[in-house]
């Protein structure tokens, strides 16, 4: 009976400190928030006026994506950004929905620039972000100083690459993510996509079962980083929590799917790595997805990276 009360004891210990090292986190990076100045709290982004579709990426990371005609978006930098310093960036131009049926799948120059004033645009930007604006940022702009040329291909092409260095000079914070971490593109490429895969099977099979709280927690890393990034107060990351897990509940439980057609991608040189849907309706998303009776698709976005001297992968972005 004594051993009985000593084990439950020691298991009710066990989840405290998991519980409490999860708390401990998330308080260091509200901690780190809070001394960091309104004024300080810099935000990179990229802004794309697209005419075709196209792909983006920082110091090799697939940041971004859209396979449609004409967009018009911005995209947040910071959750790739570990540090200060020079950084890749790189747009990848898709041939149009036309270009595909017309001209046999190849990108047309004049997709990307036919005048001065009917081309693509793309503008690396910094913002003083605050919600409770209207523009949700209290900085001027300069959209002349901050475009990146663009060169139009010479001809028609399948795709066509664009790369600009960033020059990141204002970030207050510095995170690890996956700066130490092993590369994988050194490791045998069968015995490395069998891993992946079982770990990807791992969540699925956590998230089919309801164990939302079990698989969130596996991120505490990652969300301590996005936290840093992204100046998310404890309030706002609660609430974030508590909505996810709630969308998890809903959407996955039961209806997680199979792993039938997927690639493995590799990202950050090697340092990252991810199991996508290669082609078609669902292209680049990722291939842990659930489909509800009612036909409704999600796909959870997860990238691995494995820590230098650790034999497992973690969560590290999504």
């Not at 930098?77 to 046999?104: A, C, M, W």
């Not at 040329?149 to 000079?169: A, T």
Request: positive net charge; hydrophobic residues 30%.
């Amino acid at each position: 009976m004594r051993k009985i009360r000593f084990y439950l004891l020691l298991i009710v210990l066990l989840i405290n400190y998991q519980e409490n090292k999860s708390q401990s986190i998330n308080k260091k990076a509200f901690e780190i928030v809070k001394k960091i100045p309104a004024e300080k709290r810099i935000t990179y982004a990229v802004h794309v006026n697209a005419l075709t579709p196209y792909e983006l990426y920082l110091d090799d990371i697939l940041i971004d994506y859209f396979y449609e005609d004409n967009m018009n978006n911005t995209t947040e930098l910071n959750p790739y950004l570990l540090e200060n310093g020079k950084h890749k960036l790189k747009i990848r131009y898709l041939p149009t929905v036309d270009d595909i049926f017309s001209k046999k799948g190849l990108l047309d120059p004049r997709d990307i620039y036919t005048r001065e004033d009917s081309r693509w645009h793309v503008f690396f930007v910094k913002l003083n972000k605050d919600p409770n604006v209207p523009l949700g940022y209290t900085n001027e702009i300069d959209y002349g100083g901050s475009e990146l040329k663009i060169i139009p291909p010479p001809s028609q092409v399948p795709y066509w690459e664009q790369e600009w260095e960033l020059d990141i000079k204002d970030l207050p914070y510095k995170l690890k993510g996956w700066s130490e971490s092993e590369d994988l593109s050194k490791m045998d490429k069968k015995n490395l996509e069998k891993e992946v895969l079982t770990k990807y099977n791992e969540f699925s099979k956590m998230l089919n079962e309801g164990k939302i709280d079990e698989y969130l927690n596996l991120g505490k890393n990652k969300n301590y980083e996005l936290d840093i990034c992204t100046y998310t107060t404890a309030e706002q990351s609660q609430t974030d929590y508590e909505e996810n897990k709630s969308k998890m509940s809903k959407l996955c439980v039961n209806n997680m799917q199979p792993f039938n057609n997927y690639v493995m991608k590799l990202y950050a040189n090697g340092r990252l790595v991810s199991l996508e849907i290669p082609d078609g309706k669902y292209k680049s998303w990722s291939a842990l997805m659930s489909k509800t009776p009612k036909g409704r698709v999600t796909s959870w976005g997860v990238k691995l990276h494995k820590p230098k001297g650790s034999k497992d992968f973690e969560i590290i972005r999504k």
